[in-house]
């Protein structure tokens, strides 16, 4: 992956970078390029296709990775022109979600992050809006025997039963994980728990 390039997540099936200076004459709409996100070295070409049934036109485009191909996985055709999500991932990239929340980096694609606020015993999910429709994230506030604070941070994907657990010991500056149920490396990048007079970090993917 060249360094230079900077990826964004449009949705599972498509990745997207935007050249500010594509040539007017481009057939990308403002410069926007998209990728496969199998294989994030790849970018996908595109395969328009119009059926006219009546008065009506449907148009769609597939959005090719040979390495996809070879390999017999689908790609992915999204139902609608190529100037339309084009210009999806370009107000996507110039939305509040990606202007006013910090980016974070997985593998080699950038996402928002998931920002989860602590009160007193209770929990403020921020972001919650921009948060993948595939995740739900679950927080509680309790109290151990000694009268210490134990936040518990659940995140469950694909609408799993058990979800990987994080949990914060704010009075004892401790950040733990339950690798077990299941292992929050499956699903969590990073986390980083900014307390008052420091910052725990753990990032979980350079620990698998």
């Known amino acids: 992956m060249n360094e230079d390039i900077t990826l964004y997540k449009l949705n599972d099936r498509l990745l997207f970078r935007i050249d500010d200076k594509a040539p007017n004459s481009s ?3 403002s410069g926007v390029y998209f990728y496969c996100p199998n294989h994030e070295k790849i970018e996908l070409t595109s ?15 597939k959005f090719i990775c040979p390495i996809c191909v070879s390999q017999k996985i689908a790609s992915y055709t999204y139902h609608g022109g190529l100037d339309e999500i084009q ?3 370009l107000a996507l990239k110039n ?3 990606f202007k006013d929340t910090k980016l974070i980096r997985l593998d080699d694609y950038y996402i928002p992050e998931l920002k989860v606020e602590i009160k007193g015993e209770k929990t403020i999910i921020v972001n919650k809006s921009e948060l993948p429709a595939e995740y739900k994230v679950v927080c509680d506030v309790k109290k151990d025997k000694d009268g210490d604070t134990i936040i518990m941070i659940q995140v469950f994907k694909d609408g799993d039963t058990k979800g990987a657990q994080v949990f914060v010991k704010p009075e004892k500056k401790q950040l733990t994980t339950d690798h077990n149920n299941p292992d929050p490396a499956s699903i969590i990048s990073k986390i980083e728990v900014k307390l008052s007079d420091r910052t725990l970090t753990h990032n979980f993917r350079e620990s698998k």
């Open 27 to 29: 057939p990308h709409f």
């Open 87 to 89: 210009k999806q991932a």
């Open 47 to 61: 395969r328009i296709t119009e059926t006219t049934r009546g008065k009506k036109t449907d148009i769609k485009t």
């Open 95 to 97: 939305s509040k979600e």
